[in-house]
């Protein structure tokens, strides 16, 4: 990867980051909207990370990007040792780097692998190697550059970060439901669920209304429907729709997901059922989960056609998918990926 001496004029390294386990889809989305010259799904061999070599004309365009969480512009890429003499070929490294800086910096790092120091260490030895070559001063709170030292196994990656803030943050959340979920995800699993304009997407979980507003936001013409037992979330998603500014887009309901029948009109059919299944976790409601899995799942049926496609996101995987194919369901993807800490499933199913 080491190939800067070869990188055109025209041309810019970017490591962007995402959730681990949707890199496939960062790089659809990235061939759709950008001049992608060269890629790699697992940048330094590390889940959630996605290098893109692209022109420099489109650099602004990542940031439109649903896929992503961070940018970060590679400035350089050098190996090191996972000993403690790899602080040295750092500070070396940092120090011969050409890193344009603002008036003041401060230095981040994420580790992963096995190494005798510690990111704390890293950020110390490169903050020190900028010091020492531009004399700029730090700032650990508001720094005008943002300068990223990650060390992944035996690859040093020293970058610029242009992102201050995630971009998973789409708009001033009015509502924080518990169990909110991150829209890269609810992104995610719209795209494998290969939602198209003019879609009926049902969330039978709604919760804040995450899945509903992301497809709002990025689909044209789709009639979206939100359903959740709780008076609290409906309240609160018709406040985030608002935020959102897809209050009009999408419909809410207050009923029961295993219960639709009473909630949704007979002969009404869904293109796509979207939804973040509920883990009980939080809740302590582990037991009660294959009753709703199952009650969803049945009263499901009846509102999907052929061509209809489910998606739902689960730590469950083995419940969801025996209970799915009781009540003549079809798997046809697993997507294992990093939810919160946890490991999570998208699934996605067809009424077979």
């Avoid at 209970?323 to 369901?329: C, L, N, P, V």
Wanted: charged share 25%; hydrophobic share 40%.
């Amino acid at each position: 990867m080491n190939r800067l001496s070869n990188l055109g004029k025209d041309s810019s390294r970017m490591m962007v980051t995402t959730v681990p386990g949707i890199e496939d889809i960062v790089l659809k989305e990235a061939s759709e909207k950008l001049n992608l010259l060269e890629s790699h799904h697992r940048f330094g061999g590390v889940g959630g990370r996605v290098y893109l070599e692209i022109s420099k004309e489109d650099v602004q365009k990542l940031f439109k990007m649903r896929s992503i969480e961070h940018i970060i512009q590679i400035i350089d890429v050098f190996t090191v040792k996972n000993t403690k003499g790899g602080l040295d070929e750092i500070y070396r490294g940092v120090y011969r780097s050409s890193i344009p800086l603002g008036s003041t910096f401060r230095v981040t790092c994420e580790r992963i692998g096995s190494h005798e120091y510690t990111s704390m260490d890293v950020q110390r030895v490169a903050g020190q190697a900028i010091v020492d070559k531009y004399g700029t001063k730090v700032n650990l709170k508001n720094p005008e550059t943002i300068v990223r030292v990650d060390v992944a196994h035996d690859l040093c990656i020293v970058g610029i970060q242009l992102t201050r803030t995630s971009l998973r943050i789409r708009y001033p959340r009015a509502f924080h439901h518990p169990s909110a979920l991150n829209p890269v995800i609810a992104y995610a699993m719209l795209r494998c669920a290969e939602v198209q304009p003019g879609d009926r997407i049902l969330d039978a979980f709604c919760g804040g209304g995450t899945i509903l507003i992301e497809a709002a936001q990025v689909w044209e013409d789709i009639e979206a429907i939100g359903i959740d037992i709780s008076p609290k979330s409906i309240d609160g998603a018709q406040r985030n729709l608002e935020a959102a500014k897809v209050k009009s887009k999408v419909k809410l309901i207050l009923g029961d997901a295993t219960r639709l029948e009473k909630v949704l009109p007979e002969g009404l059919k869904v293109d796509k059922a979207v939804s973040n299944l509920p883990f009980g976790i939080r809740s302590g409601r582990l037991k009660g989960l294959p009753k709703i899995y199952s009650g969803f799942l049945r009263s499901l049926r009846p509102f999907l056609n052929e061509t209809s496609k489910v998606c739902l996101l689960t730590i469950h995987k083995e419940l969801l998918k025996s209970i799915s194919k009781r009540f003549g369901y079809e798997m046809l993807e697993s997507r294992r990926i990093v939810n919160g800490g946890l490991i999570a499933h998208i699934i996605l199913l067809r009424p077979s």
